[in-house]
C-alpha cells in the first residue's frame, strides 16, 4: 500500500513542479512532531500488549523498540502524500485558500 500511495502521489513532485521535497525543513517539521506522537503510541501499545504487528504481513525489520519498517515508513510516507496533494491542488486552483496566508 505504501507503494501505491508513493505511485499515486509522488509524481505530483515532478508533474506539477509543487516543490515539496526541495522544502525539506518545512516538511520536517510538519511532519516529525506528529510522527513522533503517534510512534510513541505505538511503542506504547506494543509494550502493552494492546495491539501487535501481524508477521504474515510485515517484512520482518524491526526499527527502534521493535516497531516495523513498515510502520516508520507510514508514518513518512502518508504524511508526505497528503501534502503533495494539498500543494497540487494549490497549484491548480491558484485562488484556493487554505487557511495558511489571507488574502
Not at 516538511?27 to 513522533?36: D, H, K, N, R
Not at 513518512?76 to 487557511?99: C, Y
Amino acid at each position: 500500500m505504501l507503494a501505491f500511495t508513493v505511485i499515486g502521489s509522488f509524481w505530483l513532485e515532478i508533474a506539477l513542479k509543487i516543490r515539496v521535497l526541495a522544502r525539506i525543513k518545512r516538511l520536517f517539521f510538519s511532519i516529525f512532531p506528529v510522527a513522533l506522537l503517534f510512534i510513541s503510541w505505538d511503542i506504547f501499545a506494543v509494550r502493552r500488549e494492546h495491539w501487535k504487528f501481524d508477521t504474515s504481513q510485515i517484512l520482518g525489520i524491526y526499527g527502534p523498540f521493535n516497531i516495523p519498517l513498515e510502520e516508520f515508513l507510514f508514518f513518512l510516507i502518508i504524511p508526505i502524500a497528503g501534502i503533495m496533494t494539498l500543494e497540487a491542488v494549490r497549484t491548480v486552483k491558484k485562488n484556493w485558500i487554505v487557511g495558511d496566508f489571507e488574502k
